[in-house]
């Protein structure tokens, strides 16, 4: 007994590592031995005597609060494993912290706080702001589009399928249009915030909703925890669209005397159609001409794309086949949403009955 315990000791000496002697519960192996047996003990006599004659405690709350605590735990402990030390110190990518809260403060306004708000209010007229909003949306998507075609590391990027050497300078480049990107659709969210002050809270829908919330998810986690070179051509072709399709939402929001220059409204939806079929052939040629690709991201994204694709194809079918467009109903097509009669309807719940408006004003946006 005394050469077992001489040889155990020896082997624990040899094996432990010094980094960890100074951490809790890993300077020696008798708090975690203690703390292993007192579990024995408690979950297999002391625990059952102790509850024999004893009702069961309603631990409801108690259940619900350690199941959010383990999310959150495993969350933190595999964003630590693999995380880009690259984005560390960029805001909001230190930890998923700060972008779960902006997520979840936003889910609970646009579904709650914000309609509770609102209930015994008039809409707000945010014309202007509305107006402000749009122009900023084009100048921001702009730059970021700029930043990426004026560099030529970008195209190499593209159109090697991610086969030469890189440097860390590269690295960085690539991942500060990543970052650039991913705020804009931190930047989204507000199109929800419009909706919920106008009182349209019929336009707050999960297609809506969800899609807003997953966009942001989504992107962020990939730009945080996976290489980005996969999603290039998705960021470049919804970067251009976006350029364009705010561009249109600002003459829209500027009211009836710039109805006569938005006659290629359709074409948004052909956009974002073409957006999808380039994406889908990129990534799928990707599989067999790229050099390290992660196909985890690349099915994924096919699959996204596919999906949208037939979204976007039906919304289009059914919408300029018909003679008119139904008015006062939104129709949604993936994150396209279209909204009609916007500044009639304020102005309506404004009390201001002058002007007879039928322009196709506010549209929620991709």
Request: proline share 4%; with cysteine; aromatic share 18%.
């Amino acid at each position: 007994m005394e050469n077992l315990f001489g040889v155990s000791f020896e082997w624990w000496e040899k094996g432990r590592s010094p980094l960890l002697d100074s951490w809790p519960l890993f300077g020696s192996p008798l708090p975690i031995a203690s703390i292993l047996f007192t579990y024995l003990i408690f979950v297999l006599h002391l625990g059952p005597k102790f509850m024999k004659n004893r009702k069961p405690f309603n631990l409801k709350i108690a259940i619900i609060l350690y199941n959010a605590l383990q999310v959150c735990y495993n969350a933190y402990g595999l964003s630590l494993v693999i995380r880009g030390p690259l984005l560390d110190s960029w805001p909001l990518f230190g930890s998923p912290l700060p972008i779960a809260s902006i997520l979840f403060t936003y889910l609970i306004f646009v579904l709650h706080l914000g309609p509770k708000f609102m209930k015994n209010r008039k809409p707000f007229n945010l014309k202007i702001a509305i107006i402000l909003y749009n122009a900023l949306q084009v100048c921001y998507n702009a730059y970021g589009l700029s930043l990426a075609v004026r560099h030529k590391l970008f195209w190499k990027y593209l159109f090697s399928f991610n086969c030469f050497e890189k440097s860390v300078t590269d690295d960085v480049f690539i991942y500060r249009v990543a970052w650039i990107m991913t705020m804009n659709k931190l930047l989204d969210l507000v199109d929800t915030i419009f909706f919920v002050l106008c009182k349209k809270q019929s336009h707050v829908s999960f297609l809506h909703v969800q899609h807003h919330f997953l966009t942001l998810s989504i992107t962020w986690a990939y730009v945080k925890y996976f290489p980005i070179r996969e999603i290039m051509i998705a960021m470049l072709c919804n970067t251009i669209v976006h350029t364009v399709m705010y561009f249109y939402y600002f003459l829209a929001a500027l009211g009836p005397a710039y109805k006569k220059y938005l006659w290629w409204k359709k074409y948004l939806t052909v956009m974002q159609i073409v957006q999808f079929v380039v994406v889908i052939s990129y990534l799928t040629a990707s599989i067999w001409l790229s050099c390290d690709y992660n196909m985890k991201i690349v099915y994924p994204f096919i699959s996204y794309g596919i999906f949208n694709l037939f979204l976007f194809v039906k919304f289009f079918v059914k919408t300029y086949n018909s003679e008119e467009l139904l008015k006062d109903k939104v129709s949604i097509c993936g994150s396209l949403q279209f909204s009609h009669n916007y500044t009639e309807d304020l102005e309506q719940q404004h009390g201001r009955k002058g002007e007879e408006h039928t322009s196709t004003n506010y549209k929620k946006r991709s």
